[in-house]
């Protein structure tokens, strides 16, 4: 690839690449300013080659629509990007295109493109959006990549929402020096709206319209030597499907534990047949048909977990999806206990987004595209009828079975363990003339609840043989320890769970915080003192005063409250022992020097696959 020049709209430079630009540029990277006008900007870099210029020009005129057809992207709104109107209407209450006469044939001259491209043959477009992003290790993911590629597949990506060009610009360079022939494309924008959804909607604008399925990459996802044959075997093997979602894992050494609760999902909640014949998107390692992106009218920023939005939207029009308990890539965990909190916070948040408008925005879904028929359709199609309907609640719970894989529903408990307690310790300080004793009866309420809980999550641990682990650790099952290791792990996202989903009922908005990667130098008490402070700690408070009230020595001793009480204390305790091991401070401080020795690591590309 070659990065030509920068242009600019207002203080923003976005690198453009293969000039001249051909159809799958067509309205993606068309600006308020310079482009579209007579003279380019002051501040442009073009205005020493205006041949370059003119030459971009003309090929966005011809191969795109007519002048007066074109749809621009600029900055509006304080320098942000508002993207792609012929893919995204954000005045969409769902964050969906109503895609009107003009946007559709824009859309349909990106379709008419896969006319060039053989059916049987399989093109890839890897997708990479990054956020202020350390340059070191996207750049190894995209040697990775260019490990595994087949000659006519792209690498597009698109660094926004970040103006450290100390970050941004050693990736530009790096792209600038690969030769043309890897097709890599590399583009950068100060301010993208919409979250990580307008960055990929931009992506899909500026895309080869040749390729004909999409492969999203988080940056820190290297790909394994066999990712590319085992996604064309994938795409063959499910031809007409409109999304295949391969598993996600990690590469740290020293954080097993850590791995064991996250491979859970794909482990367990995906890996069941019902679930894994109709997966959502996980977002790393989705491969997505482009045709069938397009015509839902591009990626939804209705919600912070815009993979599963999508993969609800997909299913509402009638599209098919597959898990493939294949593991092709490795990612990197979160650096800090913090920042996995609110990793695992965001996706709560976002999947309870999806499921407060679950039944508002999508229809019931089928594996064809019509709505549920009429009670009044005649007895010949009553069977039809039946099957098309057990599909559809077949569907839903699949979709509430991923969705609520992070959530619990004790909130409603700790929330009336917090007020009985209140209300016990008011009467103890006023001496109310109450019978205490009949507000013990709201804490046995409390404690099934909560036993409740424990047990469903540890009998789905304990089944947990963790086939797709095996897949990288020699054919062994994980023994008993390891899987109860691994419900302590997840008893620390207990609270979480429980209580971060409920903003949503109440319409409140959160923002799309990306997880940084950078690895900072810490010393042993900083390292202890932010796990303290990142722990949650709701739960351990609100049952060691339980103990304490219901004890021998309280009046409103409870045998049964006080053991309950004290098992909830020793196994929050217990969970935040396993947590710390596995972010205390050595595995901090050697993770850097051990990760590059961990046998998933992908070999680097040879020499002669990456010319510079």
């Known amino acids: ?20 630009v051909m159809r799958n540029r067509l309205n993606a990277y068309l600006f308020s300013d310079g482009i579209l006008s007579d003279q380019t900007p002051n501040d442009s870099t073009l205005s020493d080659d205006k041949s370059d210029f003119n030459a971009l020009r003309g090929n966005l005129s011809k191969y795109a629509v007519p002048k007066t057809g074109l749809y621009k992207v600029g900055l509006y709104k304080n ?12 005045s969409d209450i769902d964050g969906y295109a109503g895609i009107k006469d003009h946007a559709r044939e824009a859309i349909n001259i990106h379709m008419d493109c896969r006319d060039h491209t053989s059916k049987n043959s399989v093109r890839l477009s890897f997708q990479l959006m990054t956020c202020a992003e350390p340059a070191e290790m996207v750049i190894e993911t995209i040697k990775s990549l260019l490990a595994i590629k087949a000659g006519d597949d792209e690498i597009l990506i698109v660094d926004n929402n970040n103006t450290q060009t100390t970050l941004y610009k050693p990736l530009a360079q790096f792209c600038a020096s690969l030769d043309a022939r890897h097709n890599v494309h590399f583009y950068h924008i100060d301010s993208v709206a919409g979250f990580k959804a307008g960055a990929l909607n931009l992506a899909l604008g500026l895309m080869d319209p040749n390729c004909s399925h999409i492969v999203v990459v988080d940056s820190d996802y290297q790909a394994l030597p066999k990712a590319r044959t085992s996604i064309a075997n994938a795409i063959e093997r499910y031809p007409t499907h409109a999304l295949l979602q ?107 987004q999806v499921l407060n408008t679950y039944f508002s925005t999508a229809t019931f879904f089928s594996t ?25 609640l077949a569907y839903t719970r699949a979709h509430l079975s991923q969705l609520s894989a992070w959530v619990n529903f004790t909130g409603i408990f700790i929330v009336l363990q917090l007020v009985t307690l209140l209300m016990i310790i008011a009467a103890l300080l006023f001496t109310a003339s109450l019978n205490l004793h009949d507000f013990l009866a709201l804490l046995y309420i409390v404690y099934a609840s909560y036993a409740i809980f424990l047990v469903r999550r540890l009998w789905a641990y304990m089944k947990d043989g963790a086939p797709l682990n095996q897949q990288t650790n020699n054919g062994a099952a994980p023994s008993v320890a390891r899987r109860l290791r691994a419900w302590a792990v997840h008893l620390n996202f207990w609270e979480l769970g429980a209580l971060s989903w409920w903003p949503v009922l109440w319409g409140q908005e959160k923002p799309f915080i990306c997880t940084p990667k950078q690895q900072c130098v810490r010393t042993r008490k900083s390292v202890y003192v932010a796990n303290l402070i990142a722990l949650p700690k709701l739960l351990l408070t609100l049952n060691v005063i339980t103990a ?19 098992v909830v204390c020793l196994l929050k305790l217990w969970a935040a022992k396993v947590m710390v091991a596995n972010y205390g401070y050595e595995k901090i401080s050697i993770e850097n020097k051990v990760v590059a020795d961990n046998h998933l690591v992908v070999k680097k590309p040879s020499q002669s696959r990456v010319t510079t």
Request: with cysteine; charged share 15%; aromatic share 10%.
């Open 548 to 566: 304490i009230i219901v004890s021998p020595f309280s009046p409103l001793y409870s045998p049964l409250l006080f053991g309950c009480a004290m």
């Open 368 to 392: 064809g595209s019509s709505n549920l028929p009429s009670t009044s359709l005649p007895a010949t199609n009553l069977s039809a009828t039946k099957k098309k309907l057990s599909e559809r």
């Open 246 to 352: 391969f598993p996600q894992f990690y590469r740290d050494a020293g954080r097993v534990d850590i791995h064991s609760e996250l491979n859970h999902y794909f482990n367990h909640h995906l890996y069941r047949p019902f679930n894994r014949k109709r997966a959502l998107s996980t977002g790393t390692y989705a491969v997505i048909r482009r045709r069938a992106l397009l015509d839902l009218g591009g990626w939804s920023s209705a919600s912070i977990t815009e993979d599963a939005q999508m993969g609800v939207l997909m299913h509402s029009r009638g599209l098919r999806s597959q898990f493939i308990p294949e593991v092709i890539a490795t990612g990197l965990l979160p650096t800090t206990l913090h920042d996995l909190m609110s990793q695992r916070q965001r996706w709560i948040y976002g999947n309870m």
């Open 79 to 90: 320098r942000t990007l508002k993207g792609n109107r012929a893919l995204k209407d954000y």
């Open 1 to 20: 690839m070659t990065v030509h020049k920068g242009v600019h709209t207002g203080i923003s430079s976005i690198f453009l690449s293969s000039i001249p």
